[in-house]
């Protein structure tokens, strides 16, 4: 029995062991951790961005669509704005450069449809607008914010939403304004890879537990969080969503407290990568949570919340602006891209690990 004992207490140190680690082994990447005081953090996707596959010049054109995105929301803020104005007005120079999946460049549906969500948050009164699967409306953060501001709901989708932005007299577009031969080539490769896999094995399952599998290598995402001179915070994202999506299929982009959220008491907070896993970590409610209520500061609780993710399976990241000013841009990927401006107007910008 004494020796029966002894091995299962080393079998058991063996587990935790080995526990640790793969916990050791986490890839985690956070390069915020010192205390300026930033008013707009910006991202552009997470993803398999390495910087052996980029080309001098996407990487210069990545570069440049992030800094103009940051010099438009930086001057706004510097106008003395407000923060919901920088981040709409940041995020339609986002939706508007064909390189990030959202609005003109979204990522193509399996019907080779582009549906775009988006979502903007006011952290000074907790309003909240957001639109989901739309095809015609320009710059679905406009519409977002429309639901917000002129309307008693939250969230509109479909045909209900856009017909809303054009009564609110947003700028209706042809579906055929977001094509872009990049993503159409991405649908084709997706479908190919689709239709080898049930080939190759009949008994194929998608991969993970969700029934979905994310066979796109960058999750392109945008979102901004902003800090105006009235201490106000706001939150805004919009996306394409993931290449290949079936059946109506939205993610945490649109979804108040999943992918968006902003409270002026802890964080603004914009998050970027598979939804489901962030929807089902309630990703930026929790990240602002955790600063609440366990008193963590925001690149703890930013680490926290991606931690959460991975150990789930998911991958991304997200951006975080508190109400001092403190920003936090954790990934679990390869690479984000990703940028803030400071208040005295020194802008970084950042793509790899």
Known sequence: MKTFSLLRSAAWMLVICSSL???????????????EKYVLVIHGGAGTILKKNMTAQKEAAYKAGLEEALKTGYKAL????????????????LEDNPLFNAGKGAVFTHDGRNEMDAAIMNGKTLEAGS???VSTIRNPIAAARAVMEKSEHVMM??????QFAKEAGLEIVDPAYFRT???????????????LKSRLDHSYQPAGKLGVENIDNKFGTVGAVAL?????????TSTGGMTNKKYGRIGDAPIIGAGTYANN??????????????????????LSALMA??????????????????????????????????????????GMYRGMVTAEGKITIEIYK
């Open 228 to 236: 105006d001179k009235a201490g106000n915070l706001a939150a805004g």
């Open 131 to 133: 639109v989901a699967g």
């Open 265 to 286: 008491n802890t964080v603004a907070v914009s998050c970027t990568g598979w939804g489901e896993f962030f929807i089902r970590s309630v990703v930026a409610y929790d």
């Open 21 to 35: 680690q793969v916990r050791a082994d986490t890839t985690y990447a956070d390069d915020s951790t010192h205390q």
């Open 157 to 162: 989708a479909g045909r209900g939403a856009e």
């Open 78 to 93: 510097q106008a003395g704005k407000s923060s919901l104005d920088a981040v709409e007005a940041t995020i339609r120079v």
């Open 293 to 334: 209520y366990k008193g963590l500061t925001v690149q703890e609780a930013g680490k926290a919340v991606i931690e959460k993710v991975g150990t789930l399976g998911g991958n991304g990241g997200l951006i975080a602006l508190d109400k001092n000013g403190h920003a936090a841009l954790p990934f679990n990927t390869e």
């Open 181 to 195: 031969e990049e993503r159409w080539e991405g649908l084709q490769k997706a479908l190919k890879a689709d239709s």
